[in-house]
């Protein structure tokens, strides 16, 4: 079958969400007829690993905007991007052809591909997760009206034709959690799928028992507000507490607010502030670790509890967003978090300790390993798709 993957993130060897599109683009290779479209800005990293001569189309907004801000992620030039991207394949594709939308995909996020006369797939696209500022101790003025606004943006959706349109168009819808699925009309349900964009290297999982004594608590995320690491703080002083003796927690993490937290748990000298760190150094840290600690609000599939998973460290996190799809209830600790944020604390820090007192944690580390092998290697994601693909084409 013409397949086109249309994959704006497209790194290999570079992980997260960025190498999605490389990692997807390997497994399909070998079994579709395969284009790749993807920035120009990747040729130089994606021609040094393209070993298997996988066909790369390689498009930049050279009729439209042409700067892009380096390092970030802009709104406008992606969405010219997204022009550029239809602007190449309307004289190209063929009604039975399939392209799918697979990286960066957003629900609000502008794009043309519907108007093409092939099948589409879109996703995992998220846009549907909405910031509950009552899940956090302080949040800004800027985030309670961007909270505000998404609530408005979420709700045109049932009502405004191009959302139907778009809808009516596509022949699958992949979402990223249960929250965006709910903001789709119930009319296209029959249409979508629910799973995570992220995969692993099943391979390189290699779990060994260890001693599970309740030490040393890590932490992996981009300090800002919506990852909620100074409730992490409070968790972690909660549980020393319990244990009436010194623990240690590590943050990994660049960000905003790392200097205000710095300053303030300076006097704490359990609590270690590395800032950003090497890939490699993170697995070190993450197999050395008794526990993964992490009380995001926003996610739409984290890297940080893949690599906790594979590197047998238990997790603990709030059950909400991404974390309703990974790690599943048998996988990890998980607490609903409620708007008593005290609450939630007291009852993740408890929570842990029955679970590290009556022995769980090797059992929760073994389910999360059985579920990153059997859901998110990425050759069964790419199996995954490929069964998706012959569905559509045989008008299943």
Not at 21 to 34: F, H, P, V
Not at 265 to 272: C, D, E, L, M, P
Not at 288 to 309: N, Q, R, T
């Amino acid at each position: 079958m013409n397949l086109y993957l249309i994959v704006y993130a497209c790194e290999p060897n570079q992980g997260g969400e960025h190498e999605v599109g490389w990692k997807i683009a390997n497994e399909l290779n070998k079994k579709c007829n395969l284009t790749v479209i993807t920035r120009r800005a990747n040729q130089k990293l994606i021609e040094q690993h393209n070993d298997k001569n996988i066909q790369f189309v390689y498009i930049e907004n050279d009729s439209f905007l042409i700067y892009k801000p380096r390092g970030k992620f802009s709104y406008m030039y992606y969405l010219f991007w997204q022009l550029s991207v239809y602007m190449y394949l309307r004289r190209l594709v063929k009604q039975e052809d399939i392209v799918h939308y697979l990286t960066f995909g957003n629900i609000h996020l502008p794009h043309f591909l519907y108007l093409l006369k092939s099948h589409l797939i879109l996703g995992p696209m998220g846009g549907g997760s909405v910031v509950d500022v009552n899940l956090m101790r302080t949040s800004s003025f800027k985030q309670k009206l961007k909270s505000y606004i998404y609530h408005i943006i979420n709700w045109t959706v049932k009502i405004n034709p191009i959302y139907y349109l778009l809808f009516f168009r596509s022949s699958k819808i992949i979402l990223r959690t249960r929250e965006t699925l709910g903001i789709i009309p119930k009319l296209f349900h029959y249409k979508c799928s629910v799973f995570l964009e992220t995969g692993v290297d099943a391979f390189r999982i290699k779990q060994v028992s260890k001693k599970r004594v309740l030490n040393k608590a890590i932490t992996t995320a981009r300090v800002i507000d919506t990852k909620n690491v100074d409730q992490v703080i409070e968790v972690f002083q909660r549980l020393e507490e319990i244990v009436d003796r010194p623990l240690e927690l590590t943050i990994v993490g660049g960000g905003p607010l790392k200097s205000f937290l710095q300053e303030k748990y300076a006097s704490h000298k359990s609590i270690t502030f590395l800032g950003k760190v090497p890939h490699d150094e993170i697995d070190v840290l993450l197999k050395e670790a008794d526990l993964f600690l992490f009380c995001s609000i926003k996610e739409g599939g984290s890297h940080s509890l893949f690599e906790a998973a594979m590197s047998n460290c238990p997790i603990a996190c709030y059950d909400i967003s991404g974390m309703q799809a990974f790690p599943k209830e048998n996988a990890s600790i998980k607490v609903k978090p409620t708007n008593n944020i005290d609450d939630n604390i007291e009852r993740l820090a408890l929570k842990i300790m029955r679970y590290f007192d009556g022995e769980k944690i090797e059992e929760v580390c073994k389910n999360g390993v059985v579920d990153l092998q059997k859901n998110y290697d990425w050759p069964q994601i790419g199996s995954r798709y490929i069964k998706m693909y012959e569905n559509i084409k045989q008008g299943l």
